[in-house]
Each structure stands twice: as structure tokens, then as C-alpha cells.
């Protein structure tokens, strides 16, 4: 079964003067269950709004929205009841509980007793390592530990449905490596089914199997980060000369994305499309007589993949 299934979303926000803002324009995609999506696009894509119209925060003007088969545009209450939502990173927290008020409170919300849920909420605050932490209130604690929280909260209600708004926003590559791990764990060992949404494309390409990148209120790709790789493949090399040279009459002839000179080399960043044009420079740069010390091959990185995608899509 599908855990969600989006069909022709669209949502305009009235303006209080002035124009409408058409956040949404019409998109469609679906989550199998046991998946993990990311979410990607630049400020204003409209990723928030399409989370919000998910999880019932805000109503869309037209379209379908069905979670595991239950219709969320007019069965909210019961379709959502299998959902919960981290927005914003740390908004959904209470401030004024303690961490562990915030558990119980949010374990309640689903209608399951502190004593039920006891065990679970030990090895929350053990796994996010908030013990220590269990009667500081929540406005206290750093934002890395709310983020936890937030998401501790989130599991506690034990639906098999998670959005997650920028999960790893504000926190320290330290924290945020865990945070990783710790979402990736939900899908492979709980079954849990995710849809992330991120500015950051490490986080994306390090946790999700697909991605679907929004731009202006509409889709611009949805396929799985190894084939957007495949597709937007780009073989840029790094050529690193001994000496410091001059290069700049090669960008005549080939794609020069850089030139930098570190440790008394020249490292040259090129993108060539074909063995032919790597060869070519090869022989080039040794008809010069320069030293080549290294060549690198670099892998394509999400955020090329990104940025194509972007400007094909305008
Ligand atoms: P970001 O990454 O910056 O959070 P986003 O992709 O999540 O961006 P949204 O927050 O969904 O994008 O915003 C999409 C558009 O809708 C923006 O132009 C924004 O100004 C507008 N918008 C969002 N919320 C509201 C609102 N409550 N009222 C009016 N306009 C809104």
C-alpha cells in the first residue's frame, strides 16, 4: 500500500492586501510504505506548505491528499492520527515542560498511559541522551537537545508516518551526523515511513533513497539520487601540476570550473565530457612539458545535481 499518495495539490495563501501568494501549484507524488523521500528546493519552493497541508496545519485550495488510504483533505483528523510532524526543526515542543512532561503529554495526545509508555520513553531519552536532561524544561535545553526532543515527542506517539521539516537545521555537523544516522535507523530497523524535507543536500543524499526537488510551487524531479546522478552525471576532474602555472588560455578549449594554487601546485578543476577531451588535455598539458601529479575523478555531488535541475527547470 501506498502511505501517501498526493494528487494535483495546489494551495494559494489569501493576501491581506496586495496579490496571492501561489505556494503550491498543482503537484503529484506518492510514498510507498517502509520509504524514505527527501524533500528538496531553494527558499520559498514550497516544501512547508505541502508538509502543512500533510499533517492538517493548513488546507489546501484543490487537490487529493490520501494517507494509507484514508482521505486527509476530508477525513483529517483520522488520516493525521497516523501521522506526526517535526516542523521547523524544534516548534512542536512544548517550552514550559520538562523533557519528560513533553513525552508523556505528547504519548497522551495519542491516547496511551504514561505507565504504557514508560519503558519507551527510558530508551528515548537514553537513545537521544536526554536522560540527564529529563526535568530541565524544554526552553532550557541547547537547540540540538530540543531537536531531539522534538523528534523523541514525534516517536513517542508511534505512528507509522513521519514528516520531518528540516530535522538537522542549526545543528552541529557532530549532532547532525546523529540525527542522520538515528532517521535512517527509523526506516531500515522500525518501518517507519518519512518524508524530509531539507535546504541541505548532504543530509538529503546521505539519508534518503529519493528525492523530489520543488522549485516555484511545482515539482522538477522526483527519481532516486543514484539515477538523478546517472542523469545529470558530471565528470569533473581535478588535475593537480607541480608548480605554479599559468592556465588561463585553457578555458579557450575546455570547461574550466577552477584554477587554485595550493602547496606550491596548480590545481586545475575541469568538467570533460568524454575520454576523447580528457585525452586531449593530457597531451596538451604534456606538450607544455608540466608535471601532472594527480588526477582526481570527482563524484557528482547532490548539490550539481541540484542546481541543474533548478535551471532546466526555468
Ligand atoms: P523555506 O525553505 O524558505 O522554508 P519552503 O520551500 O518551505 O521555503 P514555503 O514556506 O512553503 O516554502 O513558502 C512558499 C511560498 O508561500 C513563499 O512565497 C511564502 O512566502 C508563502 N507563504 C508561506 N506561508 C505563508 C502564509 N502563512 N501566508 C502567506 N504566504 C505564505
Same mark, same amino acid.
Given at each position: 500500500?501506498? !502511505? /501517501?499518495?498526493?494528487?494535483?495539490?495546489?494551495?494559494?495563501?489569501?493576501?491581506?492586501?496586495?496579490?496571492?501568494?501561489? @505556494? #503550491?501549484?498543482?503537484?503529484?507524488?506518492?510514498?510507498?510504505?517502509?520509504?524514505? #523521500?527527501?524533500?528538496?528546493?531553494?527558499?520559498? !519552493?514550497?516544501?512547508?506548505?505541502?508538509?502543512?497541508?500533510?499533517?492538517?496545519?493548513? =488546507?489546501?485550495?484543490?487537490?487529493?491528499?490520501?494517507?494509507?488510504? &484514508?482521505?486527509?483533505?476530508?477525513?483529517?483528523?483520522? @488520516?493525521?492520527?497516523?501521522?506526526? @510532524?517535526?516542523?521547523?526543526?524544534?516548534?512542536?515542543?512544548?517550552? $514550559?515542560?520538562?523533557?519528560?512532561?513533553?513525552?508523556?503529554?505528547?504519548?497522551?495526545?495519542?491516547?496511551?498511559? +504514561?505507565?504504557? #509508555?514508560?519503558?519507551?520513553? =527510558? $530508551?528515548?531519552?537514553?537513545?537521544?541522551?536526554?536522560?540527564?536532561?529529563?526535568?530541565?524544561? @524544554?526552553?532550557?535545553?541547547?537547540? +540540538?537537545?530540543?531537536?531531539?526532543?522534538?523528534?523523541?515527542?514525534?516517536?513517542?506517539?508511534?505512528? *507509522?508516518?513521519?514528516? /520531518?521539516?528540516?530535522?538537522?537545521?542549526?545543528?552541529?555537523?557532530?549532532?547532525?551526523?546523529?540525527?542522520? $544516522?538515528?532517521?535512517?535507523?527509523?526506516?531500515?530497523?522500525?518501518?517507519?515511513?518519512?518524508? /524530509?524535507?531539507?535546504?541541505?543536500?548532504?543530509?538529503?543524499? *546521505?539519508?534518503?533513497?529519493?528525492?523530489? &526537488?520543488?522549485?516555484?510551487?511545482?515539482?522538477?524531479?522526483?527519481?532516486?539520487?543514484?539515477?538523478?546522478?546517472?542523469?545529470?552525471? &558530471?565528470?569533473?576532474?581535478?588535475?593537480?601540476?607541480?608548480? =605554479?602555472?599559468?592556465?588561463?588560455?585553457?578555458?579557450?578549449?575546455?570547461?574550466?570550473?577552477?584554477?587554485?594554487?595550493?602547496?606550491?601546485?596548480?590545481?586545475?578543476?575541469?568538467?570533460?565530457?568524454?575520454?576523447?577531451?580528457?585525452?586531449? /588535455?593530457?597531451?596538451?598539458?604534456?606538450?607544455?612539458?608540466?608535471?601532472?601529479?594527480? #588526477?582526481?575523478?570527482?563524484?557528482?555531488?547532490?548539490?550539481?545535481?541540484?542546481?541543474?535541475?533548478?535551471?532546466?527547470? $526555468?
Amino acid at each position: 500500500m501506498k !502511505a /501517501l499518495e498526493v494528487k494535483d495539490l495546489h494551495k494559494t495563501y489569501p493576501q491581506w492586501r496586495g496579490e496571492s501568494t501561489k @505556494a #503550491v501549484k498543482g503537484i503529484s507524488f506518492s510514498v510507498n510504505e517502509g520509504e524514505i #523521500v527527501g524533500f528538496l528546493g531553494p527558499n520559498g !519552493a514550497g516544501k512547508t506548505t505541502t508538509i502543512k497541508c500533510l499533517c492538517g496545519l493548513v =488546507e489546501p485550495t484543490k487537490g487529493n491528499i490520501s494517507i494509507f488510504g &484514508i482521505d486527509a483533505v476530508n477525513e483529517t483528523r483520522k @488520516a493525521v492520527s497516523n501521522t506526526s @510532524a517535526v516542523l521547523e526543526g524544534n516548534r512542536n515542543i512544548y517550552w $514550559r515542560l520538562t523533557t519528560r512532561e513533553n513525552l508523556e503529554f505528547f504519548a497522551g495526545l495519542q491516547g496511551r498511559s +504514561g505507565k504504557e #509508555v514508560g519503558p519507551e520513553i =527510558e $530508551r528515548l531519552l537514553e537513545r537521544f541522551d536526554l536522560k540527564e536532561k529529563e526535568d530541565t524544561a @524544554a526552553r532550557k535545553l541547547s537547540r +540540538g537537545m530540543q531537536q531531539k526532543l522534538a523528534l523523541s515527542c514525534a516517536l513517542i506517539r508511534g505512528t *507509522d508516518f513521519l514528516l /520531518l521539516d528540516e530535522p538537522t537545521l542549526g545543528l552541529d555537523v557532530k549532532t547532525s551526523k546523529e540525527m542522520r $544516522r538515528f532517521v535512517k535507523r527509523l526506516t531500515t530497523e522500525e518501518g517507519k515511513t518519512i518524508l /524530509l524535507s531539507s535546504h541541505d543536500m548532504n543530509v538529503v543524499e *546521505d539519508v534518503c533513497e529519493r528525492v523530489i &526537488i520543488m522549485n516555484e510551487g511545482k515539482i522538477l524531479a522526483n527519481d532516486s539520487v543514484e539515477n538523478l546522478k546517472d542523469i545529470f552525471k &558530471i565528470n569533473l576532474y581535478d588535475f593537480i601540476l607541480e608548480g =605554479e602555472q599559468e592556465l588561463q588560455k585553457l578555458k579557450e578549449k575546455y570547461d574550466v570550473n577552477e584554477i587554485k594554487y595550493e602547496n606550491g601546485n596548480t590545481k586545475l578543476r575541469v568538467s570533460l565530457k568524454d575520454s576523447e577531451s580528457f585525452y586531449s /588535455l593530457v597531451n596538451h598539458l604534456q606538450e607544455k612539458d608540466l608535471r601532472l601529479k594527480e #588526477v582526481k575523478n570527482l563524484d557528482t555531488q547532490m548539490e550539481e545535481i541540484f542546481m541543474n535541475v533548478i535551471e532546466r527547470g $526555468r
